[in-house]
């Protein structure tokens, strides 16, 4: 038989009634993934979604690689089924793990017994198996409380399974089943992980990005489109809606007292992107705003900034440290793009003093200048769609 995977399923298993839905988006969102690496054939069955390949040249380990970062999945498993003799199982497991065998110093063997009709108990087959590899590896010695190498050996309906210890995986939920949102991705270190944060819940994202060429420049807007890249083994296929937005920032410095050029810039990002979510049918937006992080995020100022959508705004990142989203951006992979230098449409025209404690009803009556409706259609008309694959 062949080798296959074993992807252990994480909060998936808590949804009752829905749990059904769950496992068949999780797995619809392997299939697309694993296509790639040969034909694999995808099922479910006892919180487990095996992911088998129908063929020799399917490519186990890149497809291992992918399912790690499918959300849902909470552990990956490669392991080796037999038939559910005890000796069989005995001989595969010294044929599949004995190089972890040799390597390590101690072992110990752990059954599950899914399948109450196998003739020994759970104990006893770990006894069996676990005497007869010491025996064949006389250098490694059994322990059971603190081995160096766990021996799995799972008894299903259908086969058994040997494997070493399983990888640990994304978690979360699978994508779609959050519902989707409009995620507004700068090239800064917070937009992608706050992105990453609430794909990992299950959310189904669509990107928007603000560019103010010639302010800002084509490699700004590459380095948007290669942190996108980067997010799609998190987060799906993506599509970068690319928004251009320097007129709207010319109208404001124009028009508007210098200290709200920042806030007034993000009310107009946050009504283009309720726009978008409207077309989109999306149901919330997600930045990577994080409170008191600079002036444009104060209490105050995320107030003024929401207060033209009327759609829920997920900020995930609200209540972290800037340390804390490093360490997820650089697990990610998207930590060593978003510190290259380019200029963001942000950076440009940032006013020297800008106000931190805004207030709503005065913000609107300087922007009441400014033709809202007009620049946002316009920016809207121009825009420029990115799909970006895996
Ligand atoms: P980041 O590191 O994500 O750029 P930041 O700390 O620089 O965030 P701001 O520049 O104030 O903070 O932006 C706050 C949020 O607004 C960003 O996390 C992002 O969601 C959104 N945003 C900012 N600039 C843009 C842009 N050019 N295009 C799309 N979204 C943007
Ligand atoms: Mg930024």
């Not at 080798?3 to 068949?24: P, Y």
């Not at 392997?30 to 063929?55: A, D, H, L, N």
């Not at 044929?95 to 390597?103: E, I, Q, T, V």
Request: hydrophobic residues 40%; charged residues 25%.
């Amino acid at each position: 038989m062949q080798e296959m995977i074993l992807c252990k399923l994480g909060e998936v298993v808590l949804k009752g009634l829905n749990r059904r839905s769950f496992e068949m988006k999780l797995m619809s969102n392997i299939r697309r993934r694993v296509t790639r690496f040969g034909k694999f054939k995808i099922y479910s069955k006892q919180s487990t979604i095996y992911v088998e390949p129908t063929e020799p040249t399917c490519d186990v380990s890149a497809a291992v690689a992918a399912c790690k970062q499918i959300f849902g999945i909470i552990s990956v498993a490669r392991a080796l089924p037999c038939e559910k003799d005890k000796d069989a199982i005995l001989e595969t497991a010294k044929l599949y793990l004995g190089d972890a065998m040799r390597a390590a110093r101690s072992f110990k063997v752990e059954s599950k017994r899914a399948d109450k009709t196998f003739p020994l108990g759970s104990i006893q087959l770990s006894q069996y198996v676990g005497g007869h590899l010491a025996e064949a590896f006389p250098d490694t010695k059994v322990d059971v409380h603190n081995p160096e190498l766990t021996v799995f050996v799972e008894i299903r309906e259908d086969a058994a399974y040997v494997h070493g210890p399983a990888e640990p995986a994304a978690g979360g939920l699978p994508i779609g089943m959050g519902g989707n949102a409009v995620s507004l991705l700068s090239g800064g270190i917070d937009s992608p992980v706050s992105s990453y944060m609430m794909a990992k819940r299950g959310v189904k994202l669509e990107m928007i990005h603000f560019a103010s060429p010639p302010y800002t420049s084509e490699q700004a807007r590459e380095k948007v489109l290669q942190l996108a890249r980067e997010l799609t083994p998190w987060c799906g296929r993506l599509s970068v809606f690319i928004i251009p937005f320097t007129e709207i920032q010319e109208e404001i410095r124009r028009n508007c007292p210098e200290d709200h050029f920042t806030l007034i810039m993000r009310r107009f990002m946050m009504r283009l992107a309720d726009m978008l979510a409207k077309e989109l049918k999306c149901k919330a937006l997600v930045t990577g705003e994080c409170l008191g992080q600079v002036a444009s995020q104060t209490m105050d100022a995320l107030r003024v900034s929401g207060d033209v959508t009327d759609l829920p705004v997920l900020r995930p990142l609200i209540g972290m440290d800037k340390e804390e989203i490093v360490r997820i951006a650089r697990h990610i992979g998207t930590f060593d793009t978003s510190i290259l230098p380019y200029e963001d449409c942000c950076t440009v025209f940032t006013p020297r003093h800008p106000k931190t404690k805004p207030n709503v009803e005065d913000v609107r009556e300087m922007e009441a200048v400014l033709d809202i409706e007009g620049l946002c259609q316009r920016a809207m008309a121009e825009r420029e769609l990115v799909k970006i694959k895996f």
